[in-house]
C-alpha cells in the first residue's frame, strides 16, 4: 500500500529557531495536507495544498506541493512553545487520507 | 473545537467485552470517515459513509468490528469482543462533498477521538 515517509522523526528547538520537516510518497497525490495533534486530541488541519508546485502560508506556517506531487513540506518561523505537538503529513486519494509517522517538535523556551 | 464530537473520550474495557463509540459530525458534512491510531503512529483508515451508505472499508476492519450512519447523521462504530491488540485512539473525521460525491477539497476535520484499552 501507499506510505509516507515523514522526516525527521523528532526535533528539539530553541524558542524563535525556524523549523523545517518533510513528507515524501512512493505514490503521486493530487492533495497534500498537514495537520497538528496535541496529546489526547485529534488532529487539527493546519494546510491544504492542491496543485504541484503551490507555496501557501497561514500566519508563521509555510508548505510546499512538490513539483512531482510526491513531496511536501513544511516550515515554521520563530517557533513559539505552543508549536509544540506532533506534525503529520497526510496525502489525499479518491476518498481516503494516508498519513505519515509524525514529527514530534520539542520546543525549549 | 472543529465541530465533531467524539463519545466517550476514554473506554477502559476487559478483553473479551464489546465496546461501541459515537461520532456526531459537522451537521452540514455528508461523508464520515472512521480512523484508528496507535502509539507513533499516523491515523490509519477504517471506513467511510456517504450519507448512510457504507462506501469502503479497510482490511484493518475485521469481522469483529462494524459501523453504522442509519440516518446519515451521527455514526456508531462496535467492536466485538475486544482483544489487546484493539487498544488505540479511534478518531473520527467528516466533510462535505457535492451531490456528485466528489470532494474538490479534501479537507477532513477530526473529532478529539476515543482513546480505548482493553486490560
Known amino acids: 500500500g501507499q506510505q509516507l515517509n515523514q522526516s525527521p522523526q523528532s526535533m528539539f528547538i530553541q524558542e524563535g529557531e525556524d523549523v523545517s520537516m518533510n513528507c515524501t510518497s512512493s505514490?503521486?497525490?493530487?492533495?497534500w495536507l498537514w495537520y497538528k495533534q496535541d496529546p489526547g486530541e485529534g488532529p487539527v488541519l493546519l494546510i491544504a495544498?492542491?496543485?504541484?508546485?503551490e507555496l501557501t502560508s497561514n500566519g508563521r506556517l509555510t508548505a510546499q506541493f512538490g513539483i512531482t506531487r510526491k513531496d511536501s513540506f513544511l516550515n515554521i518561523s520563530a517557533s513559539i512553545p505552543s508549536d509544540v505537538g506532533i506534525y503529520f503529513c497526510?496525502?489525499?486519494?479518491?476518498?481516503?487520507?494516508?498519513f505519515g509517522k509524525g514529527t514530534k517538535l520539542s520546543v525549549i523556551p | 473545537d472543529t465541530g465533531v464530537s467524539q463519545d466517550p473520550r476514554h473506554k477502559i474495557t476487559k478483553r473479551g467485552q464489546n465496546v461501541t463509540f459515537r461520532c456526531d459530525p459537522i451537521?452540514?458534512?455528508?461523508?464520515l470517515y472512521w480512523y484508528r491510531q496507535t502509539l507513533g503512529q499516523g491515523p490509519e483508515f477504517l471506513t467511510y459513509?456517504?450519507?448512510?451508505?457504507?462506501?469502503?472499508k479497510s482490511r484493518l476492519l475485521s469481522d469483529r468490528f462494524s459501523a453504522e450512519r442509519p440516518k446519515g447523521s451521527f455514526s456508531t462504530l462496535e467492536i466485538q469482543r475486544t482483544e489487546q491488540g484493539d487498544s488505540a485512539m479511534y478518531l473520527c473525521?467528516?466533510?462535505?462533498?457535492?451531490?456528485?460525491?466528489?470532494?474538490?477539497?479534501?479537507?477532513?476535520?477530526f473529532g478529539p477521538g476515543t482513546r480505548l484499552t482493553v486490560l
Open positions: 497526510a496525502g489525499a486519494g479518491s476518498y481516503q487520507l494516508t
Open positions: 505514490s503521486i497525490f493530487n492533495t
Open positions: 495544498l492542491y496543485k504541484a508546485g
Open positions: 451537521s452540514e458534512h455528508n461523508r
Open positions: 459513509f456517504q450519507n448512510e451508505a457504507q462506501l469502503e
Open positions: 473525521a467528516s466533510i462535505f462533498t457535492g451531490t456528485s460525491g466528489r470532494s474538490d477539497y479534501n479537507e477532513q476535520f
